[in-house]
């Protein structure tokens, strides 16, 4: 399948059967409008509700599977054709436009003809009929900040509509961490080097006439508080205040006032409970969770079969859950702190090792075996100890996994995967031992609360609990696939299966190739 297309769009009507049409062939598309010529040219921002109105209404059309563009630079200057970021393969046009075409495919070096949808003339897209009424005031200065985190369709429109009215200069301000640690699974926010780069790539494509200036924020106002040329503003229904509170700061540095441009928010369309009600970066980091976060690194040192799975969380993230949950839909689960109870038991390697360090004022009296009630005050209260103890019991319950693991291969039936539940499975380096890492997150407010319910303890006495914790986004930056229980059990469940089915998906898809 070709992986970039251009769209001539001359009659807006019938751009969604344009677009079922087209979604076979490509996976990105830029959309070139094919407005009416009129003199003098309208000012680019007439067109800003149609625009915005395109992006909304696409992915009733195609969802959210194809990257659509609406170049804008064609808008200010009338039969331009703008320098597109990534080469473009097929050309399609929904009328009989020849010459547009001809002149599009030699200005962008397309070599295949153009795929005419409808071999009937066309007229050109006329300016909408409310244009007259709209703010149609272009600036030489605008600014605009947000998050930006994996562009969507509300960024589209929320950045066009900036590109729109700006003439020389656009300002885009882009949170940092100290901005987004409140927000929802904020451990899954691209890094801002990241956000800034593909924000540059996506104002570049749409009209590179413009100069850009993309700066991170550690504040919701960035440089609104000291640029004395900035003119206009753009700003969302829900941060409608932050732009007058810009004013204010303004007012008292003796910088003029920004004009300032609200656009509506685009309503999201599922309503389940658990996504937001507006189009928004947090959905799209919801819908990430049980999918394939990022690839695996490839284990030629690890068998083919069973599959192993290494499942890991912080306390009271739910990962035991999890992991019943994942047994129930077919993966055969070794519990490592189970293991690490056999390892204790007198006769283990593990046992007499612990011992000869500790002394045997650490068992019980009795049955001889290690008691831990005796031995975690002692560990927990010296961190070296703790540290000598993890070294002792490690590698012993690593050891006695992979026996349980060799006895799973030389049985009659192998299972395909395998999970391995670890909580302390990236501390002790034990990833390299798995396929891929799969990992349970929660708010760290969320864990608190959990771990006071469940074990009866004080808040602080929680806290201390969570500080010797993996935090979450070191816990994210080594996983592939990402759960969180924040929501209901459905949603969780949801979450399992949807991991499950793409893994078993890809487990058997690898095993008919290899059969090839």
């Avoid at 149609?136 to 994996?150: C, P, S």
């Avoid at 077919?330 to 204790?344: L, S």
């Avoid at 007198?346 to 290690?370: E, M, T, W």
Wanted: hydrophobic share 40%.
């Amino acid at each position: 399948m070709a992986s970039t297309g251009l769209l001539v769009v001359s009659n807006i009507k019938q751009l969604g059967k344009s677009l079922r049409s087209i979604e076979k062939y490509v996976n990105s598309l830029y959309i070139h409008l094919n407005v009416a010529e009129t003199t003098p040219t309208p000012p680019p921002p007439v067109w800003g509700r149609l625009i915005s109105q395109l992006y909304a209404d696409s992915g009733s059309y195609v969802g959210n599977q194809m990257d659509l563009r609406v170049l804008v630079a064609p808008l200010k200057q009338q039969h331009s054709v703008t320098q597109l970021r990534k080469p473009v393969d097929l050309l399609f046009s929904d009328a009989h436009q020849p010459e547009l075409c001809d002149r599009l495919r030699t200005a962008l070096n397309i070599s295949k003809p153009t795929i005419f949808l409808e071999e009937e003339d066309s007229t050109t897209v006329q300016l909408p009929s409310n244009s007259e009424s709209a703010n149609l005031k272009v600036y030489a200065n605008v600014v605009l900040g947000g998050t930006f985190d994996r562009i969507h369709i509300g960024h589209k429109i929320f950045l066009t509509q900036a590109v729109l009215r700006a003439r020389k200069r656009l300002v885009v301000g882009v949170t940092t961490l100290a901005m987004n640690k409140h927000k929802v699974l904020s451990e899954l926010i691209l890094p801002v080097e990241e956000r800034i780069a593909q924000l540059r790539e996506f104002l570049l494509d749409i009209d590179n006439t413009l100069q850009y200036e993309i700066v991170p924020i550690d504040d919701p106002f960035g440089p609104t508080q000291t640029d004395p040329n900035l003119d206009m503003i753009v700003v969302s229904e829900e941060t409608l205040y932050g732009g007058q509170k810009v004013n204010t700061i303004r007012a008292t540095r003796a910088l003029c006032q920004l004009d300032i441009f609200c656009i509506d928010i685009v309503e999201s369309k599922v309503n389940d409970g658990i996504h937001e009600s507006k189009v928004s970066s947090s959905n799209t980091r919801i819908d990430l969770l049980g999918t394939r976060w990022q690839q695996p690194e490839l284990r030629p040192n690890l068998p083919k079969r069973p599959y192993i799975i290494g499942l890991t969380g912080g306390i009271a993230s739910g990962k035991s859950k999890m992991a019943e949950r994942l047994g129930k839909l077919g993966a055969h689960v070794i519990d490592c702190d189970k293991v690490a109870h056999d390892v204790y038991e007198p006769g283990q390697p593990c046992y007499q090792k612990i011992v000869q360090h500790f002394g045997s004022d650490i068992l019980a009296s009795g049955n001889g075996r290690i008691d831990r009630t005796k031995l975690g005050p002692r560990v927990f209260a010296n961190p070296k100890e703790l540290q000598l103890l993890n070294s002792i019991v490690w590698p012993e319950i690593m050891v006695e996994v992979n026996k349980r693991l060799a006895n799973l291969r030389a049985s009659e039936q192998v299972p395909q995967v395998v999970v391995l539940e670890a909580a302390v499975l990236l501390k002790a380096g034990w990833e390299s031992n798995c396929h891929e890492v799969w990992s349970m997150i929660v708010r760290p407010e969320e864990a608190v609360k959990r771990v006071m319910e469940r074990n009866s303890l004080s808040e602080t006495e929680a806290r201390n609990r969570l500080a010797n914790q993996v935090a979450n986004a070191d816990i994210v930056a080594k996983s592939q696939v990402i759960f969180s229980s924040q929501w209901d059990y459905d949603f969780t469940q949801s979450q399992a299966e949807r991991a499950w089915q793409l893994l078993l998906k890809e487990l058997n898809d690898g095993k008919q190739q290899s059969s090839l």
